[in-house]
């Protein structure tokens, strides 16, 4: 299977300055960036399918780092289905789990949790809803896993824990469990700010956050209760390398107060803008553009910044070869368009603008999903696509 994206206009190469590739095309095969040049020295004839972005603007497709999947392409939170798919059309062609949480009558003993983050991850390996990748299968922290669990979990293939559901009885008894994961390998996220759901715990301050060390602090900006400023300012200039998620479903004026401090301290790799959704805040498929166009009309975010923070940034912190438009990625590729109606011209121009970008091309794993996203408006320039072969999926 072999994709080409011609006459690609500006783009973003998912580093921290958003750096536009060396030429106006992109060749993925099988599922695989494997070549970037100029248009010219592409042979239509030779690739399954032909795609001409007229000049619009080609980034690397999003990774949302807060995400709430359970099984299948259903969220019983919302009781919605299809809802993975449809966060394809706002541009997610990846999302990270922030914990099964929400699978009804979820376990809470030791060998439940471990059963339930096993499963998560297993289920999602081959399953891609609308070829969405859903990194699955992150373990809820509770009392009484040990570091041998932590290690069983591993090898199982589990490598995503979250903090801050559990049964403990102060958030302090967090923390050597919080290590324990971490030293086994696992990527930890632990819940900042006030409790999310009914019967979660005492608020999770920045001190515990700080003792425990985690590799994320989860929607520092509220889930959706936000810390104070002065927390904001200690998790930005204490918090050495906690990664600083920014999520939709949070307190807008604490993201941007954070982005400001981070941007000061020099601390924008650490950056990363989420959804936090399905939450109790809903399913927004458009969320994480939402939180884009936020950051960048209202807050102190570049575009280039926003889609950073979005693609590259994420991939960084989680050790993922995704989330750039380089030789050797995944070919999870966007086309994105100032959208019809807009005053602005392009992509970029709408960020800052405040509008939401439209969605003009979703390629992932190298296949083209659609020339239209159904959530965004149209583009300005839609783009065309000159299929070769009938595809076989
Ligand atoms: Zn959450």
Do not use: C
Not at 203 to 219: F, Q, T, Y
Not at 334 to 343: E, K, M, N, R
């Amino acid at each position: 299977m072999s994709t080409a994206i011609i006459n690609i206009g500006d783009s973003h190469n998912g580093n921290q300055a958003g750096t536009p590739i060396v030429g106006d095309a992109i060749i993925a095969n099988d599922g695989i960036i494997a070549w970037i040049g100029p248009s010219s020295d592409v042979h239509p004839d030779e690739h399954d399918i032909v795609i001409d972005a007229r000049g619009i603007t080609a980034v690397p497709g999003f990774i949302d780092s807060h995400f709430h999947s359970t099984f299948g392409d259903y969220t019983p939170r919302q009781q919605t289905v299809g809802f993975i798919e449809s966060y394809l059309h706002g541009g997610t062609t990846r999302t990270i789990s922030a914990s099964e949480v929400h699978v009804p009558g979820r376990p809470r003993d030791v060998i439940g949790v471990k059963a339930l983050a096993i499963a998560a991850e297993r289920s999602f390996r081959d399953y891609r809803p609308g070829g969405v990748t859903v990194h699955a299968g992150s373990v809820v922290l509770e009392p009484g896993l040990t570091a041998e669990d932590f290690r069983e979990l591993r090898e199982a293939g589990v490598w995503l824990a979250k903090a801050g559901f559990g049964a403990f009885a102060s958030p302090r008894d967090y923390v050597p469990v919080v290590q324990a994961a971490r030293q086994a390998g696992l990527v930890v996220m632990f819940h900042s700010g006030g409790g999310s759901i009914p019967g979660s715990q005492e608020k999770i301050s920045v001190d515990v956050l700080l003792e425990a060390n985690p590799n994320v602090a989860g929607h520092i900006n509220g889930g959706p209760t936000a810390l104070s400023a002065e927390e904001n300012s200690r998790i930005v200039s204490d918090g050495t390398d906690i990664a600083l998620q920014l999520v939709q479903a949070g307190n807008l004026r604490s993201a941007i107060h954070i982005a400001e401090l981070a941007l000061k301290a020099d601390a924008f790799p650490r950056v990363m803008i989420a959804t936090d959704t399905p939450t109790g805040t809903g399913v927004i498929p458009l969320g994480m553009l939402r939180s884009m166009a936020e950051l960048v009309s209202l807050g102190p975010l570049t575009p280039r910044q926003a889609i950073a923070s979005s693609t590259g940034n994420v991939a960084d912190v989680y050790g993922l070869s995704a989330g750039r438009l380089a030789v050797g990625a995944p070919a999870d590729i966007l086309l994105l368009d100032a959208p019809l109606g807009s005053t602005q011209p392009d992509a970029l121009t709408a960020l800052e603008f405040g509008d939401i970008p439209a969605v003009a091309a979703a390629i992932t794993q190298g296949e083209l999903r659609f020339t239209k996203s159904r959530n965004t408006p149209p583009a300005k320039r839609p783009v065309k696509a000159r299929i070769n072969r009938v595809l076989q999926q």
